[in-house]
């Protein structure tokens, strides 16, 4: 069964960036799943954040959250998603998950996605 695993979540200083990663487990690939990253803080719902397309990731989607300071981006033959996050802010602060769901198209609904990590802790804070 596929899994995946999220890694680059750290603490980090506002206005800094952070580039988080979602690697598939060995053998698989992820090329045939549309991606979404979501966060979660502490007493809040689960969020999502950035979303792309299936095989060449031509489609993302991003909302008003994350637009214009965050980047999805994919590459398939690493069996690798990327989640490059600028600018960021103290509320920003969260368990950062990586998500796969058997869809060519983003999707935005939590409840569709088929396999989840384990997630990454990101801090903002001086």
């Known amino acids: 069964q596929l899994q995946l695993v999220e890694s680059g979540g750290d603490l980090v200083q506002p206005g800094g960036s952070l580039t988080l990663s979602c690697a598939a487990s060995?053998?698989?690939?992820?090329?045939?799943?549309?991606i979404g990253w979501f966060r979660q803080a502490p007493g809040k719902e689960r969020e999502g954040v950035s979303f792309?397309?299936?095989?060449?990731?031509?489609?993302?989607y991003y909302p008003d959250s994350a637009k214009g300071r965050f980047t999805i981006s994919r590459d398939n033959a690493k069996s690798t998603v990327y989640l490059q996050m600028n600018s960021l802010k103290p509320e920003d602060t969260a368990v950062y998950y990586c998500a796969a769901a058997t869809s060519t198209i983003w999707l935005i609904d939590p409840v569709l996605y088929d396999y989840w990590g384990q997630g990454t802790q990101v801090t903002v804070s001086s």
């Open positions: 792309i397309s299936a095989r060449d990731g031509s489609s993302t």
């Open positions: 060995s053998g698989f690939t992820l090329d045939a799943y549309s």
